[in-house]
């Protein structure tokens, strides 16, 4: 049996990469979802902001409700099923501007006095009033002097940047590998701890569907310090789709800190029903492989 092009084509297969579909029912969820959710969270966002003059608890307030905003996108993203991460992003950078706009409309109505008829000011016009705004001294810090329209302007800038940042980021982050003919995303399983092998074989191996040094490695004991990872995506409703994905991992000890660094070498590999049960069996405490040892001090 001649193996040599075909089984190129099979490696380069078994790897899970998105279809980047872009379904319409998902983007209007996410717009339309993502729209009423920010004009509630902007409304409490600006009420906050209003009465609240500490400064620090102001930034602390700022930062909530980026990552709020970005939450909610991530979320309408996934149950949108929109499966191109750039194409969310892009809905994440509208629904982050949409936030800030949003946030400032309702500000200008509660400094109005509850006048709902500001709400309805053109983005035009909204900016000029900003504009007034920073330059009438409305902030007093702490020793009771106003804040500057410079200072104003800064802290604006990047609390807005920090909202479409957010918004925009989270919405590239559903990472997980989506099952298309059941048209929902795959589910993980606990993280399982294996002890340190040649990673370059056994990823050979994986991509040529042999798993028994898989399986050999599950037996051996695990080696404090250092070792593999494995982790499958799983569907929920079909017996198909099941992703591999492995990581070498290492933890160094510095003083009183442990530091994790952890790469896969293989991501999101398709692998049989039977590889993903494996790894759900197996220890599913270890997040890590642990130190059991005390570090010996260096001299
Ligand atoms: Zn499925």
Not at 105 to 126: D, K, R, Y
Not at 191 to 204: D, Q, T, Y
Request: charged share 15%; glycine share 8%; net charge neutral.
């Amino acid at each position: 049996m001649n193996r040599g092009a075909a089984q190129m084509t099979d490696e380069a297969d078994r790897y899970y990469s998105g279809s980047g579909a872009v379904p319409l029912r998902g983007t209007i969820i996410v717009l339309l979802g993502g729209a009423l959710a920010i004009a509630g969270l902007s409304l409490l966002y600006s009420i906050a902001e209003f009465y609240v003059s500490h400064q620090k608890l102001k930034v602390l307030i700022a930062l909530c409700y980026a990552m709020l905003v970005g939450g909610a996108v991530k979320l309408l993203s996934r149950f949108g099923a929109v499966r191109s991460r750039l194409f969310s992003g892009l809905l994440g950078l509208a629904l982050g501007l949409f936030a800030v706009y949003s946030a400032w409309m309702w500000f200008l109505v509660i400094l109005s006095g509850w006048n709902m008829q500001v709400a309805g000011l053109s983005p035009t016009v909204m900016w000029e009033a900003i504009q007034a705004l920073a330059g009438a001294g409305i902030w007093r810090n702490r020793n009771g002097i106003a804040v500057g329209a410079t200072e104003l302007a800064v802290w604006w800038s990047l609390e807005a940047l920090a909202v479409i940042a957010a918004a925009t980021y989270m919405a590239t982050t559903n990472r997980e590998p989506y099952c298309e003919a059941c048209g929902r995303w795959t589910e993980a399983s606990p993280i399982a701890a294996l002890p340190p092998a040649p990673i370059e074989a056994l990823k050979a191996e994986l991509e040529d569907e042999r798993y028994e040094s898989l399986y050999r490695l599950g037996r051996q004991p695990l080696t404090p310090g250092a070792g593999l990872t494995a982790q499958v995506w799983t569907c929920r409703d079909c017996k198909e789709s099941n992703f591999l994905t492995m990581s070498d991992v290492s933890v160094k000890v510095k003083g009183s800190e442990e530091k994790v660094t952890s790469t896969a070498f293989v991501q999101h590999l398709l692998v049989p029903e039977e590889v993903a049960r494996w790894v759900r069996e197996r220890d599913q405490h270890a997040v890590a492989p642990a130190v059991d040892d005390p570090p010996i001090a260096q001299g």
